[in-house]
Every structure is written in structure tokens, then in C-alpha cells.
């Protein structure tokens, strides 16, 4: 009942969360295009649905870049202009998915619950069996477990210029003086892909 009234809360009956939606991200450097899980992470899909429809995205910039790392997105517009919906949703890592390179998660602060509408993705293999990065996935197998990042998809086409924009030139210009590309690199439209 509580799983079904979460899904309610974003707008979206259970049997409304399309299980395979495309999504094709225009960037001024080159597009790209997900395809998203809703069987694995409905409540995520759910929501970035709801914001790729209503053109949230359209505008917001790639706000910190870490080259063997990922690239995160979709809450501020040019100038480091905070951009939020101003609606969280519940962390739904420990799906099933890995933060594994070309994949895409939701970004979030210490709280577990906090994710709204930042993203990022995975340029590397983020998880516990590559020493060389961090681990993004959750932890069950220790006294307090952790909360991981919830995965909710991956780039299908176009992981070269995810690869193009984590490779730009960078200075600690981001929100809070993260890594962020010394010229915006801005999501023009991030719009869902119909198929005749």
C-alpha cells in the first residue's frame, strides 16, 4: 500500500510508468539518448518523466564534470543558478542496477531521500569492484548497511559525448566550487523519443 501510494504521489499510477521510455538529451556540445527502467526504478522514472515533459531540463547545465567519475546535471541554469522542483522522491538504489559507465542515477545529498531532479552519469565503473573509483551502489552486507545512488537507466546512443564532456576543460566554477566546464555546456532539450 505504502509502494503504490509513493507512486500515486508523483503523479503516476502503477501501471502508467512506461517500462522502456527514450529520452534524447540536445546539449551544445552533441546529443544523446537513455533509455529508462521503469520496472527497476518507477518512482524515478516517474519523476523525470514528469520533468522532461513539463521542459524542466531545457536550459539547466552540466554543473560538475569529474573526469574518471561522472557527469551531473538538471539543477542549475548558466551562472550557477539553483534550479529545484522542489519535490523529493524516495531512493530506490539497491534495484537491481549498478553504477556501472554509462548508466545514469540520481544525484543526491547525505540524506538518502533527497534526490529531486540532478542526475549524473557514470563515466566509469562505480562500484565496489573497481578499487580505482568510488562505490555508488548500497551496502547491505555490514552493520548499518548504506544507501546507495539509484540507478535508473543508461545511455543508449551517444556515449561519446558524454565521453566529449567529461574530457572538456574544467575550473572550480561549479555550485559550491565544484569541477564545472570553463564554457557552460548547456541541455538545450531533453524530450522524450516517439516511434511511429
Not at 574518471?68 to 531512493?91: A, D, H, R, Y
Not at 542526475?119 to 565496489?128: A, G, T
Not at 576543460?169 to 555546456?185: D, L, S, Y
Request: aromatic share 10%; charged share 15%.
Amino acid at each position: 500500500a505504502l509502494f503504490f501510494a509513493l507512486i500515486c504521489s508523483t503523479g503516476w499510477a502503477a501501471d502508467k510508468v512506461p517500462a522502456h521510455p527514450h529520452i534524447l538529451v540536445e546539449t551544445t556540445v552533441g546529443s544523446f539518448k537513455l533509455e529508462l527502467d521503469g520496472n527497476a526504478a518507477p518512482l524515478t522514472v516517474a519523476n523525470f518523466l514528469k520533468l522532461v515533459d513539463k521542459g524542466f531540463y531545457d536550459g539547466t547545465i552540466f554543473h560538475r564534470v569529474i573526469p574518471n567519475f561522472m557527469i551531473q546535471g538538471g539543477g542549475f541554469t548558466p551562472g550557477n543558478v539553483l534550479k529545484e522542483p522542489g519535490e523529493t522522491i524516495p531512493n530506490e538504489s539497491g534495484n537491481g542496477l549498478q553504477n556501472l559507465r554509462g548508466t545514469i542515477a540520481m544525484a543526491r545529498t547525505a540524506d538518502p531521500h533527497s534526490a529531486g531532479s540532478q542526475f549524473f552519469i557514470n563515466v566509469v565503473d562505480n562500484v565496489s569492484a573497481n578499487p580505482a573509483t568510488s562505490d555508488l551502489d548500497p551496502v547491505k552486507h555490514t552493520t548499518k548497511g548504506r544507501w546507495g545512488y539509484a540507478v535508473f537507466g543508461f545511455v543508449f546512443e551517444g556515449m561519446d559525448v558524454v565521453d566529449k564532456i567529461v574530457g572538456v576543460r574544467t575550473m572550480p566554477n561549479g555550485p559550491g566550487g565544484a569541477p564545472a566546464p570553463v564554457v557552460p555546456i548547456i541541455i538545450n532539450k531533453m524530450s522524450r523519443i516517439t516511434y511511429e
